[in-house]
């Protein structure tokens, strides 16, 4: 008899965010959802036969996606996370920049420095210099 996947992964929730589009208002929002990480067993269990071991063998950690609607933080409306996104390889993760990291390797490649603070404008005189009163 083949072994089940429950004595091949361990079963951890984690809770991730994702960037979708809201179809009502258009507005792209980051999202918690969750997910529940498959990872697979460091041995084999007992009694597993040679094509036990073959499959063992060839198995990866995938997580799999519990929620299927969130809310827009914008409109309020629910909508549904699109599906093609419900299981993913954990090895797709591993190795990503985030996205602040991305932004600054892209601005030194482009050969720009570090964005500076932006600057306002001085006021003019008439509306810095001290009130003499009502005339």
Wanted: proline residues 8%; contains cysteine.
């Amino acid at each position: 008899m083949p072994l089940d996947e429950q004595a091949l992964f361990n079963k951890k929730p984690q809770t991730r965010s994702g960037k979708y589009q809201c179809p009502k208002c258009q507005r792209t929002g980051s999202y918690n959802v969750q997910w529940v990480l498959h990872s697979k067993k460091s041995k084999l269990p007992p009694g597993a036969s040679r094509d036990d071991r073959e499959k063992f063998d060839k198995l990866r950690d995938y997580l799999v996606r519990l929620d299927d609607h969130v809310t827009c933080t914008t409109c309020g409306k629910k909508f549904e996370i699109p599906s093609q996104h419900s299981m993913m390889f954990a090895e797709q993760f591993s190795g990503l920049p985030n996205e602040e990291e991305l932004e600054r390797e892209i601005a030194e490649a482009a050969g720009e420095s570090e964005p500076l603070p932006e600057r306002k404008p001085a006021l003019p005189a008439r509306f810095t210099r001290k009130s003499s009163g009502w005339k």
